[in-house]
């Protein structure tokens, strides 16, 4: 299928989200989502299974593929790109920790909406650990 068409089946997804990646397969390989929406089942990693580490990785990777990327945040001020990433590493990070929790609770709403739309089944509540879904 192709990029157009494939974006207008999953309009009701915020386009700029389809090639960032989003989680991992059960064998352990990053996806971005467009990869995942064109698999046909849901063998993917939830947010809530993610390590500390693969939420990490995803969280770095997602900023760095962002053609432009500064926020600011309260008592802190803005941060570009480098910081971000700088600050995803290191656990100790209190801005680290916030743009996990952000990126985190992004994906899982991400996670949701395209497997609602393919029809694949939402995790139980009894799954979820960490807040992110």
Do not use: C
């Not at 494939?6 to 915020?14: G, L, N």
């Not at 609770?105 to 395209?114: D, F, P, S």
């Amino acid at each position: 299928m192709d990029e157009d068409r494939f974006d207008a089946k999953y309009r009701s997804i915020p386009k700029d989200q389809m090639d960032l990646p989003v989680t991992f397969s059960i064998d352990g390989r990053k996806l971005r989502l467009r990869e995942l929406l064109d698999r046909d089942e849901p063998d993917f990693l939830w947010p809530e299974q993610l390590s500390e580490r693969q939420l990490q990785d995803l969280t770095a990777d997602r900023v760095a593929a962002q053609e432009e990327f500064l926020i600011g945040m309260l008592g802190v001020g803005e941060i570009d790109k480098d910081r971000a990433i700088a600050a995803i590493a290191d656990p100790a990070s209190d801005v680290g920790r916030a743009l996990l929790d952000v990126e985190g609770r992004t994906i899982a709403r991400v996670l949701r909406r395209a497997s609602t739309e393919k029809g694949w089944p939402l995790p139980d509540r009894a799954t979820r650990r960490n807040g992110h879904g």
